[in-house]
């Protein structure tokens, strides 16, 4: 049962407060949960608030990358070759951490929406671009995941939810 002032961290967002639907992905098992209105309005505080958002992005390159020549080149990059197979590139604007692997491939995280995502990836391949003095473009971006959360005004016991609807836990 729902009491005000419990906290809850995942999403859930309803414009007529009758009811609120709950998605928690557990296992790769999507389960539902409908509960009741906590007769509160919904306001902004009870948005989800995004928190991390990862993308992938793709350059268009004919041969495998440089990753030395980045790291040395670029600013706030590293690489090590025995502990991870990209270069890991830090940016502060926006505020972002790019993968960038051999084949072009890029994984951005840290970012907090889409837009920052994309930007971060644009200047991480212009830096490529300046480091390794070729000519590249994104041909590719897609968001693969964010997170976020939100004060359900309730405490959500994922095990309980699990063995109501009979999933197995690990």
Known sequence: ECK???IGNLWTHNSECEKNYLYVWKNELELSLNFKSMDKEIDNSSLPLVQNVVSFA???IESDLNLNLIAEKVEGSRY???RFPAVIMRKTAPKSTILVFKSGRMIIIGSESEADAEQAARKSIKDIQKSLSLKLKMVDF????IVANADLGCRID???LCEERNVVRN
């Open 158 to 160: 994922i095990g309980k």
């Open 142 to 145: 897609r968001v693969t995941n």
């Open 80 to 82: 090590n070759k025995k």
């Open 4 to 6: 005000n002032g419990e």
């Open 58 to 60: 793709m350059m268009n």
